[in-house]
């Protein structure tokens, strides 16, 4: 697939975002095709174009694109743009003019905001003040989240962004929406009767989303403090891959169809319950032989600070499908390992008929584990009796592997470029997504919790296996 030719604007363009995950992603992209992608970075830093290339090139070098072909692209297609931190983006307008006229583009545009939240607002004022909301070809707007912090900043946000943009011209990006697993995910579901005829209130007994992080919070302590787990993972991420694994079959696989059910799901949970809710922050301890400090001494975290790095909550869905079903959502970081993973466990056999010799009733249940990251693929548990006289039974999975079938895929901000470039919204969320989601999660972050203690490197704290409920040993992802 070429790409259409177009002009890619990152604001923010010296920041970690640009260097690490959208450069390597636009040249990747444009690596094997026959595609025009003219790439503008601007930033307030005092750069000019031939500084920004060589930066660019160390960076390209750093993610393992490097040689001729590689410098060329860099010399020819890279630009940089120096903007004011006070005043108005007037001067990037003509600039932008002057790009397209040197390379014969046609006013196909992307505006990428790599940039802290506090200053989206003023931002997206002044690409609208200064005429670059509308262009002669086509204007996108690409939003990082968080977008907002609470149910009021959200709208906030919203009525900027509509003030200059209209929503079809908006994407809010996540990245885990552009991992292969993730778009599988309806696949998956909508074409295969056998699971779609299972996935309801009758087959499933309960589903846990798990994103598990190994690393502490690093250098990001400032940002991270006035966050938490529940805004920066819970309130997107995970909540996102909720409403793909509970919505209803789309009327279309167009992108608003699609939407438009994520959101049903999002109004159709219930009032979070603080009982629900439980938080950990973690301490010091070790992953593998790796000594990791506490949190709390972590660079630019106050010393007393009860921010949550670790957030699990019990969700109940108030539909025909889900009654009765708990969605049991985990996030930490500095857990044991790196895994993010769905898990729908479905309901035991209603009678049992195997007896073990040894082992009494045996019942088991079937469990699907859709893995994201670190192996994209899913692996589907069943019971199967060992050879012999023995009565024994055994666990086995149905194991697929998205690297053994395919081979290489393409990391996920590739995937959600592409989709901007061409205009495919299905992997984004739209303004009505986010403010349903801040509605469900705003009393809980302006609740305040304390958070238990866990030593880096567990499965966080004890506490959080209590919501699964009385009759269930363990997380059937990552078990603590």
Same mark, same amino acid.
């Given at each position: ?168 011209? &908006? ?8 991992? =292969?697993? $993730?778009?599988? *995910?309806?696949?998956? /579901?909508?074409? @295969? #009767? ?56 789309? &009327? ?8 438009? =059910?994520? $959101?049903?799901? *999002?109004?159709?949970? /219930?009032?979070? @319950? #603080? ?68 898990? $729908? ?136």
């Amino acid at each position: 697939m070429s790409l259409t030719p177009h002009l890619f604007v990152v604001v923010g363009a010296t920041g970690d975002l640009f260097s690490r995950k959208l450069l390597p992603a636009i040249r990747s992209l444009v690596a094997d095709q026959d595609s025009q992608v003219v790439v503008l970075g601007v930033a307030t830093g005092d750069l000019n174009d031939e500084s920004f290339r060589a930066t660019s090139r160390l960076d390209l070098e750093a993610a393992g694109a490097t040689g001729p072909d590689t410098d060329k692209w860099c010399d020819d297609f890279l630009h940089y743009e120096q903007i004011p931190k006070e005043g108005d983006y007037s001067a990037l307008a003509d600039r932008i003019e002057e790009i397209e006229r040197e390379h014969g583009l046609s006013g196909n545009r992307v505006f990428y905001l790599a940039l802290p939240p506090s200053v989206f607002p003023i931002a997206i004022e002044r690409l609208g003040e200064a005429g670059l909301a509308q262009s002669p070809g086509w204007t996108r707007l690409v939003i990082e989240k968080p977008f907002g912090r609470e149910l009021e900043s959200a709208r906030e946000l919203n009525s900027v962004v509509h003030r200059h943009f209209d929503e079809s011209q &908006v994407y809010r990006i996540d990245h885990y929406l552009g991992k =292969e697993t $993730v778009q599988n *995910l309806l696949v998956f /579901r909508f074409t @295969n #009767p056998i699971f779609e005829a299972s996935w309801n209130r009758d087959r499933v007994e309960r589903v846990e989303i798990t994103v598990a992080e190994s690393l502490g919070v690093g250098e990001r302590g400032g940002y991270y403090d006035r966050a938490g787990a529940l805004r920066d993972m819970i309130q997107n991420h995970l909540t996102q891959l909720l409403t793909l694994v509970a919505m209803e079959t789309p &009327v279309t696989f167009a992108a608003d169809a699609i939407r438009d =059910e994520k $959101v049903k799901v *999002l109004r159709s949970i /219930r009032g979070i @319950n #603080p009982d629900d809710v439980v938080l950990g922050q973690y301490g010091e301890g070790r992953i593998g032989t790796e000594l990791i400090g506490a949190y709390r001494d972590a660079a630019d975290v106050a010393a007393d600070s009860d921010t949550a790095t670790f957030a699990a909550i019990r969700l109940d869905l108030d539909s025909w499908r889900w009654q009765g079903v708990p969605f049991f959502l985990r996030t930490g970081k500095a857990m044991k390992e790196r895994t993010t993973q769905i898990a $729908v466990t479905f309901r035991r056999p209603p009678i049992c008929l195997i007896h073990g010799k040894s082992d009494g009733c045996i019942e088991h249940s079937d469990v699907l584990h859709l893995t994201l990251q670190p192996d994209e693929g899913f692996s589907l548990e069943i019971e199967v009796k060992e050879p012999g006289d023995s009565g024994r039974l055994r666990t086995i999975p149905l194991h697929f592997s998205y690297s053994e079938a395919f081979g290489d895929i393409p990391e996920a901000y590739e995937t959600l470029l592409a989709d901007v470039v061409e205009g495919d919204q299905t992997l984004f969320v739209r303004s009505d997504e986010v403010e349903e989601a801040w509605r469900l999660y705003t009393p809980i972050v302006e609740t305040p919790f304390g958070p238990h203690p866990y030593p880096a490197g567990s499965w966080g704290p004890e506490a959080a296996r209590d919501l699964l409920g009385p009759d269930v040993t363990n997380w059937a992802t990552a078990p603590q």
